[in-house]
């Protein structure tokens, strides 16, 4: 089953206290593509400007990806850089500039508007619901967001809430979004707003997903080398959607697999800047570490 992936496609300048890159491939839509293109086909909508390099596009044609969607427009292409200090939970964002993304509204191809999954990776909301508004009966919508839009664009998050399945937010938003410092509150919060579940991110702390009739917490691989943090959220979200895609069966068996099948690839993801690690990535890694997670949480043979 195909998924459709919305959200930006950028050129990130990264610093860490180690290292120091810049105009790399980065953006939600371009992580969550990549990940999910291990378990799905992908329709990518997005836009990029004349400055975007060839060999990026040649990266997301490798993994398979659907381009009928990525529009080339006159002007520059998104960028953004960030700074992460010793402590990599730590980021701040030095810069973002919109660049194409300004006055971005795309028409679907008509073949895409007939996606049954739909990834709505970070990007503004009312972005979001542009895209989603033409996909014509969809059967599970996941969305991502970030704390920018819940400063600025509030009343179009609380729309798009009512309209998707599942909303994927790290601890922070979630508390600061429901105003609550409890975690599992702010879940059950979250769940009276529209989607039937939430998936709570806490970075090195793994991740809990909220369903009415569902609690479900998960670990998170415990990395030793960490090179680069960014991307890890956008990749999380990009597999859990594109398993559940590959599944075409929403269930709480399904999902929880899904929130492992997206902390693997997350895991990977920060071994390498930007989509490096991505790259050489196999089937077998992905098995081999989704084993490992099965071992981490058992605790009774
Ligand atoms: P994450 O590390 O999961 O928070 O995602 C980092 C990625 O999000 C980077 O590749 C950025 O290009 C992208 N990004 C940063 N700010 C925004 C924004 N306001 N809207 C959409 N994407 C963004």
Redesign the pocket.
């Known amino acids: 089953m195909s998924l459709l992936i919305t ?6 300048s ?1 610093k860490t206290p180690l290292e120091e890159h810049h105009d790399m ?7 969550a593509a990549v990940a999910a293109s291990f378990f799905t086909s992908v329709n990518l909508v997005g836009i990029v400007g004349t400055d975007f390099p060839r060999p990026y596009l040649d990266l997301f044609q490798k993994h398979g990806i659907n381009l009928a969607g990525l529009q080339i427009a006159d002007g520059k292409t ?3 850089s ?1 700074e992460y200090e010793w402590d990599l939970n730590q ?1 701040r ?1 030095l810069s ?1 500039c ?1 660049n194409v ?1 300004e006055t971005f509204q795309p028409n679907l191809p008509e073949h895409y508007r007939a996606a049954p999954y739909v990834f709505l ?4 909301p009312q972005l979001q619901l542009h895209v989603l508004a033409q996909v014509k009966q969809p059967k599970f919508i996941v969305a ?1 967001t ?1 704390d ?2 819940i400063n600025i664009a509030k009343e179009p998050l609380l729309e798009l809430l009512k309209k998707i399945d599942c909303l994927i937010l ?1 601890e922070s938003e979630a508390r600061e979004l429901m105003k609550e410092t409890s975690l599992i509150k702010a879940g059950k919060a979250l769940l009276k707003l529209g989607p039937k579940f939430v998936c709570i991110k806490k970075g090195e702390h793994g991740c809990l997903l909220f369903g009415h009739d569902l609690f479900f917490s998960a670990p998170a691989y415990p990395l030793e080398d960490i090179h680069d ?9 990009g597999a859990f959607a594109g398993y559940l895609a590959k599944a075409d069966n929403i269930n709480h068996d399904t999902l929880r697999k899904a929130v492992i099948y997206g902390s693997v690839i997350a895991s990977y993801n920060v071994e390498a800047f ?1 989509l490096g690690r991505l790259q050489t990535l196999t089937q077998q890694d992905i098995e081999s570490r989704y084993r490992i997670f099965k071992q981490l949480s058992q605790f009774e043979v």
């Open positions: 959200g930006s496609i950028a050129l990130d990264v491939l980065g953006g939600s839509a371009s992580y998104f960028r953004w960030g980021r964002t973002v919109l993304f990776a970070n990007i503004s991502d970030m920018l839009w790290n943090p960014t991307g890890a959220g956008d990749c999380f979200a930007s």
